[in-house]
């Protein structure tokens, strides 16, 4: 790659997106750190996201996930995957889009219900009915991804790979329009 491309690039989008399996194989091909927001959380406290939610509730985890965005998102040569719900604090989303290039990965309802059905560390997938727990997020996120996004990916089809791909592409153009702007 000929172009410099954004030291700093977070995904974000809803649970089941694919933030993390993406976010690792953009990091490998960039050669840069892979850093998630919910397994750091999880690396601090020595607690898994389930548990913090339990003691601490949901602000409690949301308190716990503004400050490791705080700081990660001052680091430089990164793919940080956020959580879903980290674009609700105001804090978070000016961190995100004044520090770094923020690539929203969107999926629908049915391929997060599909992809995060066999999966029991979501405390906020914990009832009955999935898929409308699953709507009523992402007609309240939804808005929020779209607004803080610099690029939008559908990852509804695609594999990791083919998807990065595209990723990389659109970074590529971004910093070729930046420098022909400068």
Do not use: W
């Not at 892979?34 to 308190?63: H, M, N, S, V, Y």
């Not at 400050?67 to 961190?95: F, S």
């Amino acid at each position: 790659m000929t172009d410099p491309l954004p030291g700093r690039i977070f995904l974000v989008g809803p649970m089941g997106a694919g933030k993390t399996a993406i976010g690792r194989e953009l990091a490998r091909l960039l050669d840069r750190a892979f850093l998630d927001t919910d397994q750091e959380i999880e690396r601090r406290t020595g607690a898994d996201i389930p548990l913090i939610f339990e003691k601490e509730g949901e602000a409690g985890f949301r308190r716990r996930e503004r400050e490791v965005i705080e700081e990660l998102t001052l680091r430089e040569n990164i793919v940080l995957a956020t959580g879903g719900g980290a674009v609700l604090d105001p804090a978070n989303r000016e961190n995100l889009s004044n520090r770094g290039f923020v690539v929203y990965l969107k999926a629908s309802v049915s391929a997060q219900a599909g992809r995060t059905g066999r999966h029991r560390n979501r405390p906020l997938l914990a009832t009955e009915n999935r898929e409308t727990r699953l709507t009523e997020l992402f007609t309240v996120r939804q808005p929020l991804y779209e607004n803080l996004a610099q690029l939008t990916v559908v990852t509804d089809r695609g594999q990791v790979r083919p998807l990065t791909q595209q990723i990389l592409r659109e970074l590529e153009k971004a910093a070729r329009a930046l420098r022909n702007i400068c």
